[in-house]
């Protein structure tokens, strides 16, 4: 779940024009900001608690987000298909079809500019009309949406953020020419081609046979902080951070608000879930995140931790560089044809792994890319649900999957993750996540408060991180 623009939170970058002199640019940067804010009610205030995270208010991320990033993402997607017009003509149309496929491309950059400007002018959502699969779920979604939470700045921000990818992804899948298409194919595979020196490090340094609690909180680390590799980080600050992690892991211990990898370790080691030998990855990033969590569910299988591993992918391009099937098979691949012999290598088991189905592709699922948070899974997607009833322990990675898991509520930080989870419980739930939102719950008494006031922006940064776990084992009558 990343923008492909640079992220200002993890570049100290301030969020419109705070710290700048009065100058006559930020004058008018300023006038008309305040114009927007008046003509779609934005008020100037942090999202209260227990409130839904939304546009409507100004100190959140997520108006930074609806006003600064989002159209980043798509005046990006633009650019990329006005550039590569010529090669995706080539690619996928014959001689005789260049001229139409060259008519639906100018057809779709129309579409993704209204989009673009719907988002920016606070526009109602439009229903879906096309062939989408998952059509009527949308369109039931937005016709059940009080008449107050229509519109990019007044519904919650995850659902604003769900309807705007969906939608641009509708543009392609309603084509004839690009149906296969991914806008940001090239931007995934780039971020595992760019990180290869840190997955050939994290390979060598992988490569022991402790089966220790001690080793495995080490691997859950490395895999949550593996996160930094999404493409809204700047490359230079990605590796050192991979490096530095893997050098000396012990030194991010004070950026861990919380760890209960310790909880997590004892679940799987637990004799009582012997029947339940599975363990599902519900994924977040392409590259070098991916690859991070093979290693990691590696050492689950071959230290009997697990006899199965299940992957769970997107139904189609998300949020940037989120993993889609075509992805997750791509990587494996790329990784077993490697020039280095090493990577090779380890590409190779992991798709032997594949075949002895102790690595295994879940069934594509279109509740991961709709707009319902976890909480209504068992209603919107009972097989989904009875699914992962089978799992020992379910593996939520990323921002997004949090925000999902938590409703994307202005929780106390405080309050318990079980009771922010609304009866969400289908096995065990274990929870990688860096805090680039104002979306948390959990922490200990006093630690928000006290980075508040060391770092106002410790929520949106991305410096800190959690790894959580909730026991579903009462839910089971174990």
Known sequence: MESSSKDPSSEGELPEDEGKTDSEPSKISRLLRTEFDAKYQIVNLQTPLNAFMSGHYKQSFAFFTLRSRLPVILTNVIDTLTRDKSELVAQFASNEFSQAAREELKIIIGLISRLKYELQTDKSFQNFTGEEPDREVWNNFISNLPDGERSFYKASSLHAECYLHRKLHSFLENSVFLKSYDFFAKVKEQALTDSIDDILALTKYTRRSENSVEV?????????????NDVATDTETVKQSN?????????????????????????????????????????????????????????????????????????????????????????????????????????????????????????????????????????????????????????????????????????????????????????NICVLRRVKSEVISGLPEGVGQALSGKDPRWMVSGSYGVIQFVDGTREFGY
């Open 216 to 228: 495995f909180d080490e691997l859950v680390r490395i895999n949550m902080w593996s996160n930094c």
């Open 243 to 427: 490096r530095q992690v893997l050098e000396k892991v012990a030194n991010t211990d004070e950026r861990v608000l919380v760890n209960q990898a310790a909880e997590i370790w004892r679940c799987l080691e637990n004799p009582k879930l012997k029947k339940h030998k599975q363990v599902d990855f519900i994924l977040d990033n392409a590259g070098y995140e991916l690859f991070s969590d093979f290693i990691l569910a590696e050492f689950m299988i071959e230290k009997g931790l697990a006899e199965k591993v299940r992957f769970h992918v997107k139904a189609h391009p998300w949020f940037v560089t989120d993993v889609t099937e075509r992805d997750f098979k791509w990587t494996l691949e790329y990784l077993s044809e490697h020039a280095d012999y090493i990577i090779s290598l380890i590409g190779k088991k992991f798709l032997q792994f594949i075949d002895e189905g102790k690595f295994e592709l879940a069934p594509i699922s279109h509740f991961w890319t709709s707009p319902h948070s976890f909480y209504s899974m068992a209603q919107m997607d009972p097989d989904l649900y009875s699914s992962l009833q089978l799992s020992k322990l379910v593996v939520f990675k990323g921002e997004l999957n949090y925000r999902k898991l938590l409703q994307d509520v202005c929780w106390d930080p405080t309050q318990e993750l079980s009771t922010c989870l609304r009866g969400f419980l289908p096995s």
